[in-house]
């Protein structure tokens, strides 16, 4: 764990006595997997397990952060602050990076805009980043706080894209609904003009989440590495 020390005290050697900027919620994960929430209001000490530490990448601080102070790959830690916003899956047998779709969450819950998840993972750390709250990461806390074990970060991106696929899967089958029960043609109308759209946006997402996916889990077999491959530890 000498390598996550580092990470959340900014620099190699320099103790943490200040909370780490733009982290917004960081998690320890036991032996067996059980979590434990940290306060990002106050220094991530080193311990036992391995952690999740997830960033607002709206804090030019955290960028900052990631960028510089991250025991990662270049390729990673540029993953981890870029504006692309095009899903991408990839991995070696030290890590496992990329950019994934999700629906942004409001206050009431999961929106129909759509936002990204940045993430980058080894054997003891995942480290995550975002410009919008989102739906997956909300709904992975909930888990985590009503007692879901988690053994590895592998398993934890598992659980993330999870629920990834859930709210995407559950938002589309709601806009077809809506423009299955419209009554009246001109709301029917309006329906297609804008909620298509929408639909279209979300779709295109979905699929292309499901093919890296698939593309990922041939490729992962060619791994040095079974430390990073979610199907060698269990939920």
Partial sequence: MQAIAATV?????????KPIAGLVYAV??????TP???????????????????FNLADARACHFLDAATPLPQPARAALVSADEH????????????VLADLVCGLS???????????ALTESVFISSRRHQLNAIEATR??????????????????????????????????TDQLDHAEERILADELN???????????????????????????IE??????????SASV
């Fill in 142 to 175: 909930k888990e985590l706080r009503r007692g879901l074990k988690v053994q590895t970060p592998a398993v934890l991106l598992e659980v993330i894209i999870g629920q990834m696929t859930e709210s995407l899967d559950r938002f589309a089958d709601g806009l």
């Fill in 193 to 219: 003009t804008d909620r298509k759209l929408v639909g279209v946006r979300v779709h295109r997402q979905l699929v292309t989440l499901r093919l890296l996916m698939h593309r990922f889990e041939h490729d």
């Fill in 9 to 17: 005290a900014g620099s190699v050697g320099e103790v943490q006595t």
């Fill in 36 to 54: 434990e929430e940290l306060n990002v209001d106050g220094p991530i000490a080193d311990g036992e397990g391995w952690l999740w530490l997830h």
């Fill in 222 to 231: 060619a791994f040095a590495n079974p430390a990073l491959s979610p199907s």
């Fill in 109 to 119: 819950g999961a929106t129909e805009e759509i936002g990204f998840l940045h993430f």
């Fill in 28 to 33: 320890r994960f036991h032996g067996d997997g």
């Fill in 87 to 98: 899903q991408q899956l990839h991995g070696s047998n030290v890590c496992i990076y990329g």
